[in-house]
């Protein structure tokens, strides 16, 4: 699914975040958003992700707007990662169970990226009272897992450990192997990642 | 059966649909239950839960009590709320049927009021027995008296006696509850004061109260229980064969003699007594 | 003194006692006050969830009567759907008054605010993330209202705990609208008032005993049924 | 319907009318319910933080218990205290039986898990990390206190509106250890349950409108308050 | 003042997280803490600031006991910053407020840090507003302006931009100049920050 935006401007209560924002995202790569503290990365992911209104402009999915069927195909990982009030198996399991009955693929899709980002052994640990980089762990575990077609990452690595970064890495490149995926992450890590950018864009 | 025969011979619609249940099932729940507004002595001293069975079984009719204050009871039957009631406050009663609100109005039974006082108070003594002198004596003496206040039929007599007496009750020795009679004999108990009760409820609040009876007799004090089924033009929703059962059944012999009954063995001596015409 | 040991006493005779008509009036206070939690949290629950999400003008007003709204008055209650469901009232033909459906409505109107308000104040707070997260995993309308509830179970057994005592603890509005009737409409509480008011204090007490001893288990129940895997 | 219409104009009459007695009817129970309400927040809230805080076995039993009691029968309450206060009772040396004291006593009883309750739910979530950080920015024990008070205003608010709601709202426990003397102990619900008994409906209705509004233009005023700031 | 941990040891409910931890740090010094995601760091941190209690070993502060004077000197920076129900600039001044009374020279102060920061411009925003990375810079604003002679930031600059990562270098070695200082950062961030490091202990 290809992105469009054209001049988006946020306020809020008239405190501007940013003005006449136009940007392409095309299926298929990997784009990486940067800027400074408060120069409204997250608000954009959000008005992508249809958690926020935009003041004005548009953002376009393959020319049409948001809408129910634009909802299920993307998916928004928090800056703050939320952890829901179930065990890391359960909170991760989770994006399957709303689809349809669980089955023994599920259960094995769960278990193996748990294994990737060594979760395995927190499975029947309640969420919240994991360790900050394991929450985002958890989050992006969850995030993947769901097969997005629109992927956005807020600062996912911002809490985790040089091992997992890689990990990430390659899960993301594993994604992009599937066509038509389009996956967005901001960062202010100026090292790691930027490998993965097919173009990054700054605000 | 009597039932069937009772709901056949009347025309109203609503005993129609009963005949109908009367025939295929004679069981009691089955037939139009009654609203019985009455005040909190007959309920409080357990008359009611003493005699209603018998009248439940003989004419397979439920009964739904009420108990409230003859003020309310009144004013239920006013509005056609309930389909008769048991009261005592004889004058209001007449005033009521002349209103047209009820039928016709019954004497059923009586019992007298009595005044409570402390155990070992002087204040009241042989000489102030009649009704007038014992309010006179309170209110000079400014001995505290808690009055009902709530416009029940012995709230209704109190204040005719005061009436009679010529006197105004007001300052902190009348104490106005605006209670049953219970609460009222328990404030009486409490605050070591006076106060007017039906002789029933104050015999049976008689083992954990502190008052005695400090004067009676007075035929001023004479407490006439009464009967009125509503009128049926009130409410379309009146059960007027139910009203008649009821009427007819506590004025008979069964319902008269079981009044003279209750509490004989407890008490010693008749609530109580039967003067059903 | 005396009356409350004697309490403790008679709870237990009245408990043992096979005493059918209290069994009854037990069973029949809990039938009422349950039915009418369960159709609050029916109605307040989405309202809580709803107005707690959503931004609309006057929502600090709409706060506050809620507020209010959680001490409504028994007697006030009563006395309304009393003139409502009265012969002569304008919903008279049902021939309600004093009747289970009456308390059940009472107490409705009572409960209702209750839970609707504790839901609002939690949603407000912490809905948003919750059901910005639903979203983002891809749920359906209802999806996600399963979802606020798993997430705010905690809350919602508190609502509901907190509606099930008001009611089974009232007496003012069930006494106007139920009349205390023997047999038909006597609960707990208008059977202690009753029995206060004919000097029975060991007995009334012995029925608050019971009627707390109640309300406790229901709620460890509850408790039990919401608590997995949460801290 | 012709009653509720009556209330209303009833209302505005009772008001305007300078009748004294009913000035001195809404005065009084104001007096009472904030009297309890305060002394209740005074011990409800330190020990809604205390036990909100701190990890102690029993802790779920403990927070059950409380739910129960935050369902306390008004009825029960009163019959206790007024076997405590009797004459003939434990207390009765103090002749406080249908005083104003006996009144906020009861109340105090009635509202004080309330307040608990809800200090304690908001702590047990929120609570600890709000500690750590005053203990991290050098707070002494006092000041602790006040940084927890500060940043749950909120939820402190909302628990005394709640047990004030309550408090003023209850029937059964002041009328029985108040006795609804009049001109001493008549409180609004008194007055309105006894208005009600006489079959006086507009009046009852007429102070009820009196009540509600009079809780509502209270808890503007403590909202505005703690407002400040605040989202 | 000076810091000794010995044989340190933490289990969470008898799941271990770290064993018999040995540690000096020394007043006057900055030390760097790494380590995997879950490895203890946080909770390192939070038994040394006395937020939680150690299952076995001990923690020295000049050789005594952790106490109310201690826990007076010592701050920790959590890792998911806290904003208080309060504006930006209450929130930072509020250290300063539980000492004496407010003066000028405690305005100027908190001022000129806001703006070292730059967050003088959301002086009067409701803190809980902020973005992510605004938000670390307040908790930092706020711990810095406390003074106190143990600082422990946990991932200070997670979230932060280049430039503010370098404003907070300056800082800290601002606050080295006065001796006697300690500072203890927690960072998975392999490359900046390293240079302030006197020396880096590994979870
Ligand atoms: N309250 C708790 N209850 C149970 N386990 C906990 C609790 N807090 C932390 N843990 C566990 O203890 C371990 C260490 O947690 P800690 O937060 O110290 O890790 P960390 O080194 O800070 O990791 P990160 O780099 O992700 O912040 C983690 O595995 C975590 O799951
Ligand atoms: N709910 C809100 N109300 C008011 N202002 C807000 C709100 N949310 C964000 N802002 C402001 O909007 C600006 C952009 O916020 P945003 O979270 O998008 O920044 P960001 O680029 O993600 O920063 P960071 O890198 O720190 O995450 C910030 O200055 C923030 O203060
Ligand atoms: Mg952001
Ligand atoms: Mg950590």
Redesign the pocket.
């Known amino acids: 699914m290809n992105l469009t935006i054209c001049k988006l401007t946020k306020y809020y209560n008239n405190q501007l975040v940013f003005k006449n924002i136009d940007m392409i995202m095309e299926a298929g790569n990997v784009y990486g958003l940067k800027g400074d503290n408060g120069s409204g990365k997250s608000t954009l992911f959000r008005i992508i992700a249809g958690l926020e209104k935009q003041t004005f402009g548009e953002v376009l999915y393959n020319k049409k707007k948001f809408d129910n069927t634009v909802q299920r195909k993307i998916t928004y990982m928090h800056q703050k990662p939320y952890m829901m009030k179930k065990t890391v198996f359960k909170n991760i399991l989770y994006p399957l169970t709303i689809r349809n009955k669980i089955d023994e693929k599920d259960i094995k899709k769960t278990y193996k990226i748990m294994e990737e980002l060594d979760l395995y052994k ?1 499975k029947d ?1 309640k969420a919240w ?6 929450m985002q762990k958890v989050s992006l575990a969850r995030a993947i897992i769901f097969e997005p077609e629109i992927l956005l990452m807020d600062e996912p690595t911002a ?1 985790m ?1 040089k091992k997992t970064v890689e990990t990430i890495e390659k899960m993301v490149i594993k994604r992009q192997r599937k066509n038509k995926m389009l996956t967005a992450i901001i960062t202010h890590d100026t090292k790691s990642l930027d490998r993965l950018f097919d173009r990054v864009y700054y605000l | 059966s009597e039932s069937t025969k009772k709901s056949t011979s009347n025309d109203n619609n609503s005993s129609k649909k009963e005949e109908i249940n009367s025939n295929n099932d004679k069981s009691a729940k089955e037939k139009k239950s009654i609203i019985l507004a009455t005040t909190t002595s007959t309920e409080n001293s357990g008359l009611l839960d003493y005699i209603i069975p018998n009248f439940e079984e003989k004419y397979g009719r439920e009964v739904k009590v009420i108990a409230v204050g003859t003020g309310k009871a009144l004013t239920m039957g006013e509005n056609g709320e309930a389909d008769v009631l048991l009261v005592h406050a004889k004058s209001s009663e007449e005033a009521f049927v002349e209103a047209g609100h009820g039928i016709k109005r019954y004497d059923v039974m009586y019992n007298d009021f009595v005044f409570l006082g402390p155990k070992e108070q002087t204040l009241i003594d042989e000489e102030s027995s009649s009704a007038v002198k014992v309010l006179t004596k309170i209110a000079e003496e400014k001995g505290t008296f808690v009055s009902r206040g709530d416009d029940s039929g012995t709230h209704k007599k109190e204040l005719s006696l005061w009436e009679d007496s010529g006197i105004k009750p007001e300052g902190d020795w009348y104490v106005s509850a605006g209670k049953g009679m219970g609460d009222t004999i328990t404030m009486a108990d409490e605050m070591e004061g006076y106060t007017l009760s039906d002789r029933a409820t104050y015999l049976s609040r008689m083992k954990d109260v502190d008052l005695e009876i400090v004067a009676e007799g007075d035929e001023l004090l004479f407490n006439q229980y009464g009967v009125i089924p509503v009128n049926p033009e009130k409410s379309d929703m009146i059960n007027k064969n139910g009203a008649e059962e009821f009427v007819e059944w506590i004025l008979g012999d069964t319902c008269q003699s079981m009044i003279e009954e209750f509490g004989k063995e407890k008490f010693g001596q008749s609530l109580f007594v039967p003067n059903g015409k | 003194m005396k009356y409350i040991l004697e309490g403790f006493f008679e709870a237990f005779k009245l408990i043992l006692s096979c005493d059918t008509e209290v069994y009854q009036i037990i069973g029949f206070s809990l039938l009422v006050s349950m039915t009418s939690t369960i159709i609050s949290s029916i109605i307040g629950i989405p309202i809580g969830f709803f107005t707690g999400l959503h931004n609309f003008k006057f929502k600090d007003y709409y706060s506050r009567i809620l507020f209010t709204m959680m001490g409504l008055p028994p007697v006030v209650i009563g006395l309304l759907v009393a003139l409502f469901l009265a012969r002569r009232g304008p919903l008279g033909s049902f021939q309600l008054m004093y009747t289970p459906i009456a308390m059940i409505i009472a107490q409705t109107i009572l409960v209702t605010p209750i839970i609707t308000g504790n839901i609002f104040n939690y949603t407000k707070e912490h809905g948003p993330i919750i059901y910005e997260v639903s979203k983002t995993l891809g749920c359906e309308f209802w999806q996600r209202v399963i979802f606020l509830f798993q997430e705010m179970r905690i809350i919602i057994f508190i609502g509901m705990a907190q509606g099930f005592g008001r009611a089974i603890s009232e007496v003012g509005a069930i006494m106007i609208v139920g009349g205390n009737i023997k047999g038909h409409t006597r609960v707990m509480t208008t059977f202690i008032a009753m029995n206060n008011s004919m000097g029975n204090y060991g007995i009334s007490i012995a029925m608050g005993i019971v009627l707390l001893t109640i309300s406790f288990f229901l709620n460890t129940l509850m408790y039990r049924l919401i608590e997995r895997d949460i801290k």
Chains 1, 5 share one sequence.
């Not at chain 1, 009272?129 to 394991?134: H, K, V, Y």
């Open positions: 927190f640990k009272n994991l360790s900050g980089g394991e809490h450990d």
